[in-house]
């Protein structure tokens, strides 16, 4: 016989997930009013603690301000009595009135009167008496002013005096010089205040409150050290947070951790004097353990946890019996629902006494087996047709990825067949492409760059580091400077030949699967000739300033009569040669000026200069012109124009100013104004060209600082000049480290602005 087939456990079913959700909620609930009550009865008690251990430091420091106050005024107005005062007066007589004193106040340990060399001449219970005390602080320092002194053990009177409480005696000092009968000075009245005192005052004030808990004050001086205190901390250092607080004259209350590894609520409060009595800096500190203070709040928090455990029960009693109200109809309801599970086609009629949720779920169930007939249906008719529709997607994709494929083979013969260098670089800098010319450029073939690093195969050592930070501040998303436009850089071929080439580079891709798409051309040819023909620029200009040297000089003494007084016309003709021979200088000393620059020879002397002797240079040396132009120079200096400073190089500045001024002239009508100006800036100094003239035509503007360009065309041009003059200017101002820029309008003239970093 075969076993019968084990029946699977059965499952908790909704009721018991119920009442184990509402016992677990209610646990929770209370868990979470205990820590509620208990943080804030935490912080009420703390609050309340504290403020009460706060109030009975400073009533401590208070009380004892006032008690040394008391016996400061005390000893003050003894040393005026006539009978101290009086050296002719028997010594009987001043020891009944020292004893008479130390009867008022009972702490009085000892009182005496001394003579300026510190012998005792009489004292209270003649203690002492004949005993030099001169090398003692208390003597010492009445003299000196000082009439309090701070907590000590007895000295000479350490064997006269028995201990207080086990204790040896300790002293506070009250001592004033006093004058005899003539006004000079006689000696000194010195008291010494036992410092049971000062236990007696902590006692009054924290013995009533001892009840709540163990509360302890302590006494510390200026110093740190515990004068009063625990028998573990008495004469003890401390350095307490709540200690510098009270340093500090701050009174008040924290919760801190002390030196034994307990915690502690403490109040903290400092004396500070009183009257005429300066005060020895002592601070007050009231502390109670933090186990004790919140003791309270520790058995509210039990109680809180009995009661919550006592609801925890209640309310899964209350569950289970909810719970079964509410599976009750679900239990009915999965019942039917699994006879339609074996194929039954009746319809879920839910009881009426069940509540509406179970009601709307039976509707909801009859309406999704309705829409399930509906949809088999459907879903045999659309079984006929799918394979149908497969083989149609297969044939468009099939069209698709052979277009695809005939893409990049077109794309792959146009690099190949490209008369450039193609090479395609991932972001990481390795190369991911290599085309035919790439091959013949640099000596390597593809299949030897494809996976190695670019800058180990075309770049110069020199230039490798900053070609690996360049690609990873693009990983970073820092951008790059290259990417669509044409560069020229400097790379080396397989046998180390290093070559000039023009690059142009785009990124093609998304995202991490981006790369840079670079085309690259050999201009090591053209790069020969621009030179060869900046040498010969270079040495034509070089020749001809010579003779036109020599012209300007020759025209220059015929203008100033040397050869005599020359004719009307032939004076005439002088001038304009000599203008002409001024300008062809100008054009030359231009041309040589650009080769200089671009050969990176031209010179520069930088020193600290105010700006205003050159600009006012500039502008006596440009009026000539501008009279001949009918055009008004003006200048718009700041009112502190004079400090404006900057380190420069005087004559390539005047040079940068002149070429400003002459193009500010040449395009200005006759009877308008050329104006500079001359201004400070926040850390930079500001000069200005301003002039009236028709302004820039906008489709010029982006070519002003261009080598020979020039506003007017060769054909059409009405106004000299070889277009070098912007250029030279900007490639000055930025050798200074400034910048030049303009403003300009249609109709209402431009402005040129130089900003330069001031000294």
Same mark, same amino acid.
């Given at each position: 016989m075969?076993?019968?087939?084990k029946a699977p456990p059965r499952?908790?079913g909704l009721?018991?997930?119920?009442a184990?959700?509402f016992s677990l909620?209610t646990?929770i609930?209370?868990?979470l009013?205990?820590?509620v009550v208990?943080?804030?009865?935490n912080?009420?008690?703390?609050?309340?603690?504290?403020?009460s251990?706060?109030e009975?430091a400073?009533q401590?420091?208070d009380?004892?301000d006032l008690?040394?106050?008391?016996?400061y005024r005390?000893?003050?107005l003894?040393?005026r009595r006539r009978?101290l005062?009086d050296?002719g007066a028997?010594?009987?007589?001043?020891r009944?009135?020292l004893t008479d004193i130390?009867q008022?106040?009972?702490?009085y340990?000892?009182?005496?009167?001394?003579?300026?060399?510190?012998?005792?001449?009489v004292?209270a219970?003649g203690?002492?008496?004949?005993?030099?005390?001169?090398?003692?602080?208390?003597?010492k320092?009445?003299?000196?002013?000082?009439h309090?002194?701070?907590?000590?053990?007895?000295?000479?009177?350490?064997?006269?005096l028995?201990?207080?409480?086990?204790e040896p005696?300790?002293f506070v000092d009250?001592a004033?010089p006093f004058?005899?009968l003539?006004?000079?000075?006689a000696g000194v009245?010195?008291? $010494?205040?036992?410092?049971?005192?000062?236990?007696?005052?902590?006692?009054?004030i924290?013995a009533?409150?001892?009840?709540r808990?163990? &509360?302890q004050?302590?006494?510390v001086?200026?110093?740190?050290?515990?004068?009063?205190?625990p028998?573990?901390?008495?004469g003890?250092?401390?350095?307490?947070?709540?200690l510098?607080?009270?340093?500090?004259k701050?009174?008040?209350f924290?919760?801190?951790?002390w030196?034994?590894?307990?915690s502690?609520?403490?109040?903290?409060?400092?004396?500070?004097g009183r009257?005429a009595?300066?005060?020895?800096g002592?601070?007050v500190?009231v502390r109670q353990d933090?186990?004790d203070?919140?003791a309270?709040?520790?058995r509210?928090?039990e109680?809180a946890?009995?009661?919550?455990?006592a609801?925890?029960v209640?309310f899964?009693?209350?569950g289970?019996?909810?719970?079964?109200r509410?599976t009750?109809?679900?239990?009915a309801?999965a019942e039917s629902?699994e006879r339609?599970?074996?194929?039954?086609s009746?319809?879920?009629?839910?009881?009426?006494?069940?509540?509406?949720e179970?009601e709307?779920?039976?509707?909801s169930?009859?309406?999704?087996?309705?829409n399930?007939?509906q949809?088999?249906a459907?879903?045999r008719?659309?079984?006929a047709?799918l394979?149908?529709?497969?083989?149609?997607?297969?044939a468009?994709?099939e069209g698709?990825l052979a277009?695809?494929?005939?893409?990049e083979?077109?794309?792959n013969?146009i690099?190949?067949?490209a008369?450039?260098?193609?090479?395609?670089?991932?972001?990481r800098g390795?190369?991911?492409d290599?085309?035919?010319a790439?091959?013949g450029?640099f000596?390597w073939?593809?299949?030897?760059?494809v996976?190695w690093?670019?800058?180990?195969?075309?770049?110069?050592?020199r230039?490798?580091?900053?070609?690996?930070?360049?690609?990873?501040g693009?990983?970073?998303?820092?951008?790059?400077?290259?990417? $669509?436009?044409r560069i020229?850089r400097?790379?080396i071929?397989r046998?180390?030949?290093?070559?000039?080439i023009?690059m142009?580079a785009g990124?093609?891709?998304?995202?991490a699967d981006?790369?840079?798409?670079?085309?690259?051309h050999?201009i090591?040819?053209?790069?020969k000739?621009?030179?060869m023909?900046?040498?010969?620029?270079?040495?034509v200009?070089?020749?001809l300033?010579t003779?036109?040297t020599a012209?300007?000089?020759s025209?220059?003494?015929l203008?100033?009569?040397?050869a005599g007084?020359l004719?009307?016309?032939a004076a005439h003709?002088?001038a304009i040669?000599?203008?002409s021979?001024?300008?062809?200088?100008?054009?030359?000393n231009?041309?040589l000026?650009?080769?200089?620059m671009e050969?990176g020879?031209m010179?520069?002397?930088?020193t600290?200069?105010?700006?205003l002797?050159?600009a006012?240079h500039a502008?006596a040396?440009?009026?000539?012109?501008a009279?001949g132009?009918?055009?008004l120079?003006?200048?718009?200096w700041?009112?502190?124009?004079g400090?404006c400073?900057?380190s420069i190089?005087p004559?390539?500045?005047e040079q940068?100013l002149?070429?400003?001024l002459s193009n500010?002239i040449?395009f200005?009508?006759a009877?308008?104004?050329v104006t500079?100006g001359l201004?400070q800036?926040?850390g930079?100094?500001r000069?200005?060209v301003?002039?009236e003239?028709?302004?820039?035509?906008?489709a010029?503007q982006a070519r002003?600082?261009e080598?020979?360009?020039?506003?007017?065309g060769?054909?059409?041009?009405?106004?000299?000049?070889t277009?070098l003059?912007?250029?030279?200017?900007?490639?000055? &101002?930025?050798e200074?480290?400034?910048?030049i820029?303009?403003?300009?309008?249609?109709?209402r003239?431009t402005?040129?602005?130089?900003?330069?970093?001031?000294?």
């Open positions: 075969h076993a019968s087939p499952r908790r009721g018991a997930w119920l184990l959700a909620l646990v609930l209370t868990l009013l205990v820590e208990e943080r804030a009865s912080a009420q008690a703390q609050d309340s603690i504290g403020h251990l706060g009975l400073y401590t420091a009380k004892l008690g040394m106050a008391e016996r005390e000893v003050s003894m040393v009978t005062r050296a028997a010594a009987a007589e001043r009944q009135v130390q008022t106040y009972g702490y340990d000892w009182i005496g009167l001394t003579a300026l060399d510190g012998r005792v001449i004292e219970r203690l002492l008496e004949g005993v030099d005390v001169s090398a003692r602080p208390w003597f320092n009445a003299l000196a002013g000082i309090v002194g701070d907590v000590h053990e007895a000295v000479k009177l350490a064997k006269l028995p201990g207080e409480n086990g005696r300790r009250v004033f004058n005899g003539d006004g000079k000075t009245l010195g008291v $010494h205040l036992s410092w049971q005192w000062a236990r007696d005052v902590e006692r009054s924290i009533p409150v001892q009840e808990g163990r &509360v004050a302590l006494i001086s200026r110093d740190g050290v515990v004068l009063l205190g028998p573990g901390l008495q003890q250092k401390i350095a307490t947070p709540s510098r607080l009270a340093q500090q701050r009174n008040g924290l919760v801190e951790r030196p034994d590894g307990q502690y609520l403490v109040g903290h409060a400092a004396t500070v009257s009595y300066p005060g020895l002592w601070s500190l933090v186990t203070a919140y309270p709040v520790k509210l928090r109680r946890l009995w009661s919550g455990g609801l925890a209640l899964s009693l209350a289970l019996l909810v719970a079964r509410i009750r109809p679900l239990g309801l629902a339609l599970g074996r194929g039954e009746a319809e879920l009629v839910p009881n009426a006494k069940d509540y509406y179970v709307a779920l039976s509707g169930i009859n309406r999704l087996v309705t399930l007939v949809q088999r459907a879903l008719d659309l079984n047709t394979e149908r529709r497969v083989e149609q997607r297969t468009e994709l698709a277009a695809v494929r005939a893409n083979q077109r794309i013969a690099v190949e067949t008369q450039d260098a193609y090479i395609a670089v991932d972001q390795m190369v991911l290599w085309n035919h790439a091959e450029m000596g073939s593809r299949g030897e760059a996976g690093p670019l800058a180990e195969l075309v770049l110069p050592e230039y490798r580091a900053s070609f690996d930070k360049a690609l990873h693009f990983r970073q998303g820092a951008g790059t400077t290259v990417l $669509h436009g020229e400097t790379v071929d046998g180390g030949r290093e070559f000039v023009e142009t990124l093609a891709g998304d995202g981006a790369f840079f798409s670079v085309f690259l050999d090591s040819e053209r790069k000739v621009e030179q023909k900046n040498e010969f620029v270079a040495t200009s070089h020749e300033r003779p036109l012209i300007r000089a025209l220059a003494m203008s100033d009569g040397m007084d004719p009307p016309d003709l002088t040669a000599s203008q021979s001024d300008r062809l200088v100008r054009m030359v231009d041309l000026d650009i080769q200089k050969a020879h010179a520069f002397a930088h600290p200069q105010a700006l002797p050159v006012e502008l040396a440009m009026q000539a012109q009279a132009s009918g055009v120079l003006r200048h718009d700041q009112a502190r124009a400090e400073v900057a190089d004559d390539r500045m940068v002149t070429n400003l500010a040449k200005t009508p009877g308008k104004a500079v201004a800036v926040p930079k100094v000069l200005t301003t002039d003239g028709p302004g820039i035509d906008p010029f002003v600082f080598r020979f360009a020039q506003a007017d060769a054909d059409t041009r009405t106004r000299g000049g277009g003059g912007l250029a030279i200017s900007k490639a000055i &101002v930025e200074h480290g400034g910048t820029s303009f403003e300009t309008a249609p109709g003239g402005c040129f602005t130089v900003e330069l970093p001031a000294a």
